[in-house]
């Protein structure tokens, strides 16, 4: 047995040195890729990623491998990007050749390349194009989606006067409210905050987000060749992502069943319309297919981005009261208590405008960004990236560069500010991305979150059930994104 034994070890090895030396042949076969650990064959990297600290664990090899390095998911080459030069290099300087797409295996079963948000070639330009003039056509950036923002602004004012000074948690509060604005544009009107299968939507928004952000979510990312066979968490994400999608295939066919050409009413109908204008075209997009996961993509985008960062900027006010006092100040001088805040107001309001910034930046929603993927083989600070290797633009590393900011790991609206109070742009403030990629939602986004935090802070000052001190803004989990820890607080009327 022992005999045996010593054999089967030798075995082992033999295979395990056979298949190292055969990755790294097929490494230099397909090109020459920067630098990184040395990967362990079938399961890559597995001593240098913690899956449960997959950022950690990158930000570690940075600090040994440079800026730009390689890591192995399992097989997987991943090639990763640190810090706002070789971000900006990669995604504006070459943003043709890192515009591609790879979607994470934890959504591979939803989308499939489908939708707009993890398509590529042709229907990524097709459906990028038309969703951004549809957008722009329904308001985004303009006149007409502040004043829906400013009313809704409104209903959630009277959701905070109902609770009467009483503790409670703002979690639903902030995505009912941010929801019904771009329910507004992709289904044609907004939900009341009780409608149940609202609540039921909001809910399967915001517990698949937190999924996607756990240790299994991402062991299972790197690990999917693998963990693809048995049963697990990772399952939980395509259900409830499966709950939205067939929300929306019910309101599509109530469109399909009462569009009126001539009248399109929301992103829906104008979809659509184009499906009908292209029915004979070959080489069209427009399918029912991409009509649902586009549609998917923009709702629960423009639902759980806005909505997580106002839960984790009201999370850090609570922390640091007095910026919330300076926040009041400046409103009460430039707005007042009875005026509606408007956009025009933000240029006279740099304060304000900076610790919004803040709170973005501080907040890092999505740290590793979305995964990109070279769509050609691309020459890069001299070495050669294959076509279709995976790229981690890691954001965290931009919004987090001690070149760009002076504190990057305290919360500090000085970032934003010059020596004289004004407001102070700073190019790695990245959190919608750039290039090809960039997050088409950034103006609605940029509008909401100034209209929400002016009109609450307007008529309610902020009161934590403990000390500032002992508030603890440590994530709830931090993976795909960062999601701010549950917590209560009473609003009480100014």
């Not at 829906?268 to 004979?280: G, S």
């Not at 926040?327 to 956009?343: A, Q, Y």
Request: net charge neutral; charged share 25%; glycine share 6%.
């Amino acid at each position: 047995m022992e005999l045996l034994g010593a054999v089967t070890l030798i075995l082992l090895l033999a295979l395990s040195c056979l298949l190292l030396t055969l990755s790294k042949k097929k490494m230099t076969a397909e090109g020459k890729l920067p630098p990184g650990p040395t990967p362990l064959p079938l399961l890559g990297n597995f001593l240098q990623i913690k899956s449960s600290q997959t950022l950690k664990s990158l930000l570690k090899l940075r600090d040994k491998y440079g800026p730009v390095f390689t890591v192995y998911f399992g097989s997987r080459p991943i090639v990763v990007l640190c810090g706002h030069d070789a971000v900006k290099e990669a995604l504006i300087d070459k943003a043709e050749e890192f515009s591609g797409r790879k979607t994470a295996p934890t959504l591979e079963r939803t989308f499939q390349g489908h939708g707009l948000m993890f398509s590529n070639g042709e229907r990524w330009k097709q459906l990028r194009r038309f969703s951004l003039t549809v957008l722009r056509n329904f308001g985004m950036g303009k006149k007409s989606i502040e004043e829906r923002i400013q009313e809704e602004a409104q209903f959630l004012l009277e959701e905070f006067r109902k609770t009467k000074g009483k503790p409670f948690d703002p979690t639903y509060f902030f995505s009912r409210a941010v929801s019904n604005v771009i329910c507004s544009i992709m289904f044609g009107n907004r939900f009341d905050y009780e409608d149940q299968e609202f609540q039921t939507l909001m809910e399967m928004i915001r517990n698949s987000f937190r999924e996607m952000s756990t240790a299994w979510a991402q062991l299972y990312d790197i690990y999917v060749d693998f963990l693809q066979y048995f049963p697990g968490p990772h399952t939980k994400i395509y259900d409830m992502l499966e709950v939205l999608r067939l929300f929306v295939a019910k309101k599509v066919k109530q469109n399909q069943e009462t569009l009126d050409p001539n009248c399109p009413r929301d992103f829906i109908d104008c979809f659509l319309l184009q499906m009908e204008k292209e029915k004979d075209k070959a080489a069209s997009e427009f399918s029912l297919k991409n009509l649902e996961l586009t549609t998917l993509n923009l709702f629960f985008g423009g639902t759980e981005t806005v909505s997580s960062t106002l839960r984790y900027g009201f999370l850090l006010l609570l922390k640091y009261p007095e910026v919330e006092a300076k926040m009041h100040e400046e409103i009460d001088r430039v707005i007042g208590r009875s005026r509606v805040p408007n956009i025009e107001d933000r240029n006279k309001m740099p304060y304000t405008d900076a610790v919004i910034h803040e709170v973005q930046r501080f907040s890092d929603l999505l740290p590793m960004s979305l995964a990109h993927m070279v769509t050609h083989d691309t020459e890069f600070r001299g070495y050669i990236i294959p076509k279709g290797t995976e790229i981690y633009p890691v954001l965290h590393s931009v919004l987090r560069d001690p070149t760009k900011f002076k504190n990057p790991s305290e919360f500090n609206p000085g970032h934003f500010l010059d020596e004289n109070g004004r407001f102070k742009k700073n190019d790695a403030f990245l959190p919608f991305s750039l290039g090809k990629r960039y997050c088409l939602g950034e103006a609605l986004a940029r509008m909401e979150l100034f209209l929400f935090f002016t009109t609450i802070l307007q008529s309610f000052r902020l009161k934590p059930l403990v000390a500032p001190q002992d508030i603890d803004i440590t994530p709830q989990e931090s993976g795909f994104g960062n999601v701010a820890p549950s917590y209560q607080l009473c609003i009480i009327p100014r």
